[in-house]
């Protein structure tokens, strides 16, 4: 069992930054990779940025330059630092953790947290 909770979204206007936390408690040793997805009103929910325990990191091409993912280990929490942020940004952010359960991937996800672009 794996356990996210994130923090940090909030009201912020265009061309500001936010950096938002998700701290994983439990089997956190079984976490292979860990990822930020995020989903607008009325849209899918798309993959933001990800980060394996390797520590290789990807994001999708239209945040590359402006968000950044990172991990603390000894806090067991990852970040997205999000700067430069547009309208377009605004979602609901889920942290996502992909696990091994008897051998197999399993997603955990959290509760997400609201980020809300405008001026």
């Known amino acids: 069992q794996v356990q996210l909770v994130e923090s940090g979204g909030g009201l912020v206007q265009p061309g500001g930054s936010l950096r938002l936390s998700c701290a994983a408690s439990?089997?956190?040793?079984?976490?292979?990779?860990m990822a930020w997805y995020r989903q607008a009103a009325g849209k899918e929910r798309e993959l933001v940025a990800a980060i394996t325990s390797g520590g290789s990191t990807d994001c999708v091409d239209s945040v590359k330059g402006r968000f950044t993912i990172s991990r603390d280990n000894a806090k067991n929490t990852v970040y997205l630092q999000m700067n430069n942020l547009k309208s377009e940004d605004t979602a609901v952010y889920y942290c996502?953790?992909?696990?091994?359960?008897?051998?197999?991937?399993?997603?955990?996800w959290g509760q997400g947290t609201q980020v809300t672009v405008s001026s």
């Open positions: 996502n953790a992909r696990s091994v359960i008897d051998h197999r991937p399993y997603d955990y």
């Open positions: 439990g089997s956190i040793f079984s976490i292979l990779a």
